[in-house]
């Protein structure tokens, strides 16, 4: 339960005119620092965003992101597609058909025989 000496000390956080003495007086017992520590937390913890930067500042600030967001992807994907075509290049250049192990021939007539279309 808040005493009344410590009203002093909610006046001023509200931002109204209070006595200097009675502040003072209200600050000079500990139990009145811990009350002011207190309820600093407690508005901090509940306090309602700013009007003034809710209405402008998060349109301006969802479009830089957005921004940054799709700049990383197309870089991401620039560099993924070249450092893609030059291992593909180098591996293609690299790598020859291997020798066969064996050679099938097909002759016409003797093991091969052509048919008219779509059989």
């Known amino acids: 339960m808040r005493e009344e000496k410590f009203e002093v000390i909610a006046a001023f956080l509200d931002g ?21 520590a207190d309820i600093v937390s407690l508005r901090e913890a509940v306090r309602l965003p700013d009007p003034s930067m809710t209405a402008a500042a998060p349109a301006s600030m969802n479009v830089r992101r957005w ?23 180098a591996e293609v250049a690299a790598t020859a058909a291997p020798a066969p192990t064996r050679v099938i021939e097909l002759k016409p007539g003797v093991n091969w025989h052509e048919t008219g279309g779509g059989h």
């Open 16 to 36: 109204e005119r209070v006595d200097a003495e009675a502040l003072k007086l209200a600050l000079g017992d500990s139990a009145g620092r811990d009350y002011l």
């Open 67 to 89: 921004l940054a967001a799709a700049a990383l992807v197309v870089i991401g994907a620039g560099t993924g597609f070249a450092i893609g075509q030059r291992f593909t290049r």
